[in-house]
């Protein structure tokens, strides 16, 4: 009896110790660079600081170019990179919509001055994400850092691992899955769509020919339809509207008050709906009573998420311009 509970103890601190190892050996930890350059986080801060000021609106553009990155070859900095072919993950049909690459540079550019050729690109990405949402009056978390930048940006890739907003459950799901984030990840980093705006491109469909027979989406709220018609015409590319009208600019669970009542923008904001872990999040973290658990929850998932297939120790690159390799 003893032997067999020795053998069961064992067994337990094996898995724990696989557990622990998973989390870490891809070499991100907080504090990365306390020694290398111990004003990154610092500087960093000041531009965004800087640049919230004048643009508060870069806040939704930045937050997702973080996610555009880590889901295409993981969180490398690809999405950075320019080809001089136009081939390059920005050139894909999801990203064009990206903004803020200017203030990538400029972050960079302080960087390179106080610690030259130190801290990558893709980890610029990871800091500025929670910067900008605590800009915004959202939750802080302690950002992971390590990574190393890719040298390859290819615009197919966007285009296979990046869900679209006309995405149903099943694929959100199974795109979150192969990426090692849960339906609970899908569903807290869907509540960044609480800050932004969209082109009315991305959902059109859903007010105007949703099936091909000029009908609408049946689960979209009758009255946003009709509000949204008002500031989108057919084939409208250009126009941009709110993802949480009212609250667009700060960061908060509105989001989840405007899903549990038919008014998410996309599909994918409606597929919230038809899962029972996804639909529970959704009705328990609508305003108020579940703000404070999603700005918690949101900081973990940003975590989870930014560790994606990360390059670390001597793989990849620290570039000394983001948008170019060495």
């Known amino acids: 009896m003893a032997t067999s509970k ?18 870490f050996a891809q070499g991100l930890k907080v504090g990365f660079y306390a020694k290398s350059c111990p004003k990154a986080e610092a500087v960093v801060k ?33 999405v950075l990179l320019n080809s001089s072919s136009n081939q390059a993950e920005k050139d894909a049909i999801p990203n064009l919509s990206l903004r803020g690459y200017g203030v990538i540079d400029r972050v960079k550019s302080a960087l390179e001055k106080a610690c030259p050729r130190v801290v990558s690109c893709s980890d610029i990405l990871a800091i500025v994400a ?16 390590g990574r190393r930048d890719g040298n390859v940006s290819n615009m197919i890739d966007a285009l296979r691992n990046l869900p679209p907003p006309s995405a149903n459950i099943t694929t959100l799901k199974s795109s979150f899955a192969q990426k090692g984030l849960s339906a609970k990840d899908l569903v807290v980093l869907s509540g960044s769509h ?6 009315c491109s991305s959902f059109n469909n859903r007010i105007y020919n949703f099936t091909g027979n000029s009908d609408t989406d049946p689960t979209l709220d009758n009255n946003y339809i009709a509000k949204l018609k008002m500031k989108c015409k057919p084939n409208d590319q250009k126009t941009l509207v709110e993802m949480d009208p009212g609250s ?23 597929a919230l709906l038809d899962d029972s872990e996804t639909k529970a999040y959704v009705k328990d973290h609508a305003i108020p ?20 297939e990360v390059l670390t120790g ?3 690159e620290i570039r000394k311009v983001c948008s170019k390799i060495n």
């Open 130 to 145: 929670r910067d900008v949402v605590v800009a915004a009056m959202g939750g802080h978390w302690d950002v992971e850092t």
């Open 46 to 78: 000041k531009v965004i600081a800087q640049t919230m000021a004048v643009a508060p609106s870069l806040s939704g553009p930045l937050l997702r170019m973080h996610f555009h990155d880590c889901f295409v070859r993981g969180c490398d900095g690809s």
């Open 289 to 308: 009573k579940g703000e404070a658990s999603f700005l918690k929850d949101f900081g973990v998932s940003m975590v989870n998420m930014g560790r994606i």
């Open 6 to 23: 020795l053998i069961f103890l064992l067994i337990q601190g094996i898995l724990l110790l696989s557990v622990l190892d998973c989390a």
């Open 248 to 270: 667009f600019k700060t960061f908060d669970g509105s989001y989840y008050t405007l899903v549990a009542k038919r008014r998410g923008l996309f599909q994918s904001d409606a």
């Open 194 to 199: 609480t800050i932004g705006t969209s082109h």
């Open 314 to 316: 001597n793989a990849g």
